[in-house]
Nanobody, 122 residues
Framework: QVQLVESGGGLVQAGGSLRLSCAAS??????MAWFRQAPGKEREFVAA????????YYAESVKGRFTISRDNAKKTVYMQMDSLKPEDTAVYYC?????????????????WGQGTQVTVSS
C-alpha cells in the first residue's frame, strides 16, 4: 500500500513556480519533509516541517524560494517552489518521520513516497 503520494511535479521554465503536495495515509508522524534526487547524485534534503510545532527547516540552496506548509486535518504537506532554477531539476520525494533523528538525514524517515518529477528548463 502506498502511504505517501506526491503530486504537482511537471515541466516549468526557469523563474517559474510549482506547488508540490504529499498526502499521507499513515496513522501518525511527527515530521514531514521533502528530499530530492537528480540523476547520478545523492538524495538531498530540501525542507521539513514539524507536525505539532511551528518549526520548519530549509536547505540553504532553497531558502527564500521554497515554502513548506501543512494541513493537519488533511495529513498533507505542501511545498511552494518559486523562482525555480535548472539546478532544481530532480525527482522530489515526500518523507514522514515517526521516531527521532536529524531532520536532514534520510535514515530518520520511515516512510517515503514514490516521487514526482520536477524539470526546470533554462
Amino acid at each position: 500500500q502506498v502511504q505517501l503520494v506526491e503530486s504537482g511535479g511537471g515541466l516549468v521554465q526557469a523563474g517559474g513556480s510549482l506547488r508540490l503536495s504529499c498526502a499521507a495515509s499513515i496513522r501518525t508522524f511527527n515530521v514531514m519533509a521533502w528530499f530530492r534526487q537528480a540523476p547520478g547524485k545523492e538524495r538531498e534534503f530540501v525542507a521539513a516541517i514539524s507536525w505539532i510545532g511551528s518549526s520548519n527547516y530549509y536547505a540553504e540552496s532553497v531558502k527564500g524560494r521554497f515554502t513548506i506548509s501543512r494541513d493537519n486535518a488533511k495529513k498533507t504537506v505542501y511545498m511552494q517552489m518559486d523562482s525555480l532554477k535548472p539546478e532544481d531539476t530532480a525527482v522530489y520525494y515526500c518523507a514522514a518521520r515517526v521516531g527521532s533523528g536529524e531532520y536532514y538525514y534520510t535514515a530518520s524517515y520511515a516512510y517515503w513516497g514514490q516521487g514526482t518529477q520536477v524539470t526546470v528548463s533554462s
